[in-house]
């Protein structure tokens, strides 16, 4: 058994998982001095060559920027990322609405998110109390003495002890394994009914074939479509629909069919060929929403990001919260001062009812677009969530607003949103019945022509609900 210890003042801290979260994580347990060691399943992507054409990218909102902010790495990636200012709210004429997503400045950005991680590993290499161990999957671990068995991309087996293990090894967690063998350990999984595509929208004659500084939607009900911008000019468009919708286009000419009846505008902004051959590419892919508690054992080991926690993508929150779990366990950390005993449990008094928060914010999200949300509905619902917060906007704050712009703990926006839903409701039923009380009262006293009504009330409302209707 290797022991991993380099030097006795400070204890190992093993991160599993090289990803956004483990990368982060690596640098705030190494800027505390920690011996850190961060073992990674794939190689270094850093040494990989360049897959073209395969950009993928990610909203980064204030949470995440905050937590990046503390590793002195926000004004890097931020320098690489591409301001949204507003969503562009594309209708099935292929009409395009912007809507502010609030104040100059509060904006969400596009990131690349193979870039993101490289800049992250890089970062955490720079310490030289870290070291990154590429081609080792974790296969097991024993939860009473943090010894943990790797498998090497040899095939060969490498035993590593270590004093805190951070579980970032993702929605799919090794680490998390063990905590389902335990009493009283609470874990869900669903598996959503609709899985995602990428298709990439390519520059026309070297410019983006779309306005890039907009988180591009396109709002169908069952069937959405968003698009962010990439710095090489291109958009990375994800399509998100039910599986067996994916199922039944099968040639070609249907994919086009398909796109034709709901988003004819990215058609010839794809291109047909591209999107003929690029839909095939990869089947549709799955969406997985994970929650469980206590996120730690002992003063042993800790579960972070995806693997204490993967969300729906419908609130473009899931890196943003893994980010904010960084900086969270930091704060306890200062306060607690490293007292491993006391932190871990800390943490998840703190952190589960957040986590849980927008893991259920995101399900919500999905369910209402699913259901409700084509392009009119969007444009209504942002157009009075943003009137409201002009007239109130100390007392009203729209929801998307506190989940993206501030650092407002999820659980606790959560509460706010429904105070407010009340004091709207409250106020729209009191306005509701002044109006009432005050034209019976002129019409009392001065009956009009009822004949003459240019547009009957039952017309008006017809109208209002047609915008609820696909
Ligand atoms: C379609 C889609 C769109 C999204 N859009 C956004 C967005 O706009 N904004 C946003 O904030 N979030 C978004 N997310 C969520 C975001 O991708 C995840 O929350 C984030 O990647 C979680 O990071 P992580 O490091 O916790 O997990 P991962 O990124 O999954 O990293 C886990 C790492 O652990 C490694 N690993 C796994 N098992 C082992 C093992 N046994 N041993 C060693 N290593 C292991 C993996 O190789 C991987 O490198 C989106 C997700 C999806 C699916
Ligand atoms: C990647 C990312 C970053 N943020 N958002 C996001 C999500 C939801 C939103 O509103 C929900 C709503 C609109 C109208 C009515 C109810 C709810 C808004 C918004 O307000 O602009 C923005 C996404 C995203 C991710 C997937 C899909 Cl499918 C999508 F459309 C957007």
Not at 132 to 148: C, H, I, P, V
Not at 250 to 272: A, M, W
Request: glycine residues 6%.
């Amino acid at each position: 058994e290797e022991s991993a210890s380099r030097s006795d003042k400070k204890k190992v801290v093993a991160v599993v998982g090289g990803g956004l979260v483990g990368a982060l994580n690596a640098c705030y347990f190494a800027k505390r001095g920690f011996d850190v060691q961060v073992f990674e399943t794939r190689e270094d992507i850093r040494k990989a060559k360049i897959v073209k054409g395969r950009s993928i990218n990610l909203a980064l909102s204030h949470r995440g920027r905050s937590a990046l902010k503390h590793v002195g790495m926000e004004d890097k990636i931020v320098s690489k990322g591409i301001p949204m200012h507003a969503r562009m709210i594309h209708s099935l004429s292929g009409k395009q609405s912007p809507i502010p997503y609030g104040k100059k400045g509060q904006y969400i950005l596009s990131v690349d998110r193979a870039n993101l991680n490289k800049e992250l590993l890089t970062e955490a290499e720079t310490y030289p109390n870290t070291t990154l161990n590429f081609g080792r999957k974790l296969q097991d671990w024993n939860a009473e003495t943090g010894l943990m068995t790797f498998i090497r991309s040899d095939g060969s087996e490498e035993e590593i002890q270590a004093d805190l293990i951070v579980g970032c090894d993702g929605a799919f967690s090794a680490i998390r394994k063990q905590f389902l063998r335990r009493s009283r350990f609470n874990f869900s999984q669903t598996y959503i009914p609709h899985g995602y595509m990428e298709l990439t929208m390519p520059p026309i004659n070297g410019e983006f074939a779309m306005k890039p500084n907009y988180l591009h939607i396109w709002p169908r009900n069952t069937f959405m479509m968003i698009a962010l911008p990439n710095l090489d000019k291109t958009f990375t468009c994800t399509l998100f629909m039910p599986f067996e919708e994916f199922e039944k286009i099968t040639t070609g000419d249907e994919v086009i069919e398909f796109f034709q009846k709901y988003f004819p505008d990215t058609i010839p902004l794809i291109g047909v060929d591209a999107l003929k051959r690029d839909y095939f590419r990869l089947p549709g892919q799955a969406m997985v929403s994970v929650k469980c508690t206590p996120y730690h054992i002992g003063d042993k080991c800790v579960l972070m990001g995806d693997a204490a926690h993967a969300v729906v993508p419908f609130y473009g929150q899931g890196m943003n919260a893994g980010f904010e779990d960084c900086i969270v366990f930091e704060e306890i950390m200062e306060q607690f001062n490293e007292d491993f005993s006391a932190v871990l449990p800390e943490y998840t008094r703190v952190r589960v009812p957040d986590d849980h928060a927008i893991a259920d914010l995101a399900m919500y999200n999905y369910i209402e677009m699913r259901a409700h949300v084509n392009s009119r509905w969007f444009l209504f619902r942002k157009h009075v969530d943003n009137f409201l917060h002009a007239i109130m906007p100390k007392t009203i704050i729209p929801l998307y607003t506190m989940v993206t712009f501030s650092r407002i703990r999820y659980h606790e926006a959560v509460k706010r949103w429904h105070w407010q839903d009340k004091v709207i409701n409250r106020g729209l039923l009191f306005s509701a019945t002044g109006a009432v009380l005050g034209a019976s009262y002129l019409l009392a006293k001065n009956p009009p022509d009822i004949t003459k009504l240019t547009v009957p009330v039952e017309k008006l409302w017809s109208r209002l609900m047609a915008l609820r209707t696909p």
